[in-house]
């Protein structure tokens, strides 16, 4: 009696095991890391997934678009990475191809609609294009990109909806993307960029600088930073990934949603030493006392070397030649002191980059 009551005690997990699949499929988001370990290739050739959906980068006052962690490229300070890739794009002006396919496809997984100078990615598909030699560009689900004519070594697209993850390695401004509200111009990086239903546009820079441009104006944005653009509008101006929300948000209403002085000195007031950046180009973007204001906020946080000829008169007055002195000091700039740096900063000279 007792055997059999052992038995019976065993039926329902034996009918439960038995009922268990004989093989489990893995997501296919873990395809990728898998396949490297093993050192296979990933089902499809699957492009690694960007940091989320293009649906979610919608940009508003109530809902600012998410941000990445501060990137650590290659093991290494982002400064030093930026300083070899722009130490390998002034290296290969020579080796750059004049002729050849502008774009060409490396890798693609789910529907996607591929014509002669356009591309659009279903739900769910992600394409891996070639620009030329110069680097890779990833196209998220959700996306419509045209391919731009290009001359020589120059390759040139336009993301109209959706988002993209660029990976550059060439002389700076040989690739730049359009968007509806302003085109961003490589200064050899990394980067991704979205664009929401609007036409506005979030840009994040992993290595190296890139310069949004349009309405006469310019933003530049080096690793670690974002910058925001709104169709109509100058481009944004940059801001650290690890800035104070409230920071964030007043600059947000302050560049684009008519939040005025109240909202610039919230800027002012929560601003930190790595936000010098910030407000070096909102010198630039106020006038009279409150551009003063500015310049003292930015004095208290990172003031200028004394050698560097930096004057209250000269900044306010918006004398270049100052403004770029005091740029090459601020923290996490190309030419904040510390030799990665300042080989990143004498490259992008060189190159006629900045």
């Known amino acids: 009696m007792r055997r059999r009551a052992n038995v019976a005690s065993r039926n329902p997990l034996e009918e439960r095991l038995r009922a268990l699949p004989r093989t489990l499929e893995p997501p296919a988001e873990w395809w990728p890391e898998v396949a490297v370990r093993l050192g296979a290739t990933p089902p499809g050739a699957a492009v690694p ?89 990833d196209v998220a689900p959700g996306s419509l990109v045209r391919l731009l004519p290009s001359r020589g070594a ?19 401004r040989l690739f730049a993307v359009e968007t509806p509200s302003a085109t961003a111009v490589d200064l050899g990086c990394a980067y991704t960029l979205a664009v929401d239903p609007r036409g ?64 610039l000195r919230t800027v002012l007031d929560e601003a930190r030493p790595d936000d010098a950046i910030t407000l070096w180009h909102l010198l630039a973007r106020t006038a009279g006392t409150t551009r003063a204001e500015v310049y003292r906020r930015l004095v208290a946080l990172a003031p200028p070397a004394a050698a560097s000829g930096v004057t209250e008169a000269g900044v306010l007055a918006l004398d270049q030649r100052q403004l770029r002195a005091w740029w090459d000091e601020l923290p996490g700039s190309p030419g904040t002191p510390s030799w990665w740096e300042r080989l990143a900063a004498r490259l992008a000279r060189w190159t006629g980059s900045f």
């Not at 060409?104 to 598909?125: C, F, M, W």
């Not at 104006?217 to 104070?244: C, E, I, K, L, Q």
């Open 49 to 137: 997934p960007l940091p989320r959906p293009a649906a979610e980068w919608e940009l508003g006052a109530h809902r600012l678009a998410w941000i990445a962690a501060p990137s650590r490229a290659w093991g290494v300070r982002p400064a030093l990475a930026a300083a070899l890739v722009l130490a390998l794009g002034a290296a290969m002006v020579v080796a750059l191809p004049r002729g050849g396919p502008a774009w060409h496809v490396l890798a693609a997984s789910g529907a996607a609609d591929l014509a002669p100078a356009r591309l659009e990615t279903g739900p769910g598909a992600r394409v891996r294009l070639a620009a030329g030699r110069l680097g890779e560009v």
């Open 154 to 172: 120059e390759r040139r697209l336009a993301l109209d909806r959706g988002a993209l993850a660029v990976r550059i390695a060439a002389p700076p």
């Open 200 to 263: 506005g546009s979030l840009i994040h820079v992993t290595v190296g600088w890139v310069e949004l441009s349009g309405r006469g104006s310019r933003s530049v944005v080096p690793f670690n930073m974002s910058a925001y653009t709104r169709p109509g509008r100058a481009p944004g101006t940059p801001f650290a990934d690890r800035a104070p929300d409230s920071l964030k948000a007043a600059l947000f209403r302050f560049e684009f949603e008519g939040g005025g002085t109240a909202a």
